[in-house]
């Protein structure tokens, strides 16, 4: 019953800002914790960030930390990802996920978005 829909991305140049939006829909308990994850081409999905409950608790991958900024709006149960300073190494294809405790491992991610291409040049 979880679906999740993303949308924003794009192509910038590097050291500029785009922005992923994520409408979730289904049960708060399985929208408990939403996040982003991203799959560069040839490598494997990694952990972006998190936000947790209704105190929006976050996390980050220290590969982001200071340039990208997750956020919710509760009311809409929204999610976003504020992506700044952006390096041709950001590309990927970025992902929203949800579930009652999503971490770092995503094999353990039980609810994925569709996936919304971001590229970065140089």
């Known amino acids: 019953q979880v679906q999740l829909v993303e949308s924003g991305g794009g192509l910038v140049q590097a050291g500029g800002s785009l922005r992923l939006s994520c409408v979730a829909s289904?049960?708060?308990?399985?929208?408990?914790?939403l996040g982003w994850f991203r799959q560069a081409p040839g490598k494997e999905r990694e952990f972006v960030a998190t936000i947790r409950g209704s105190f929006n608790t976050t996390t980050y991958a220290d590969s982001v930390k200071g340039r990208f900024a997750i956020s919710k709006d509760n009311a809409r149960n929204t999610a976003y990802l504020q992506m700044n300073n952006l390096k041709p190494e950001d590309t990927a294809v970025y992902y929203c996920?949800?579930?009652?405790?999503?971490?770092?491992?995503?094999?353990?991610?039980?609810?994925w978005g569709q996936g919304r291409r971001v590229t970065v040049s140089s």
């Open positions: 996920v949800a579930g009652v405790d999503v971490r770092r491992d995503p094999y353990r991610v039980p609810y």
């Open positions: 289904g049960r708060t308990f399985d929208t408990h914790v």
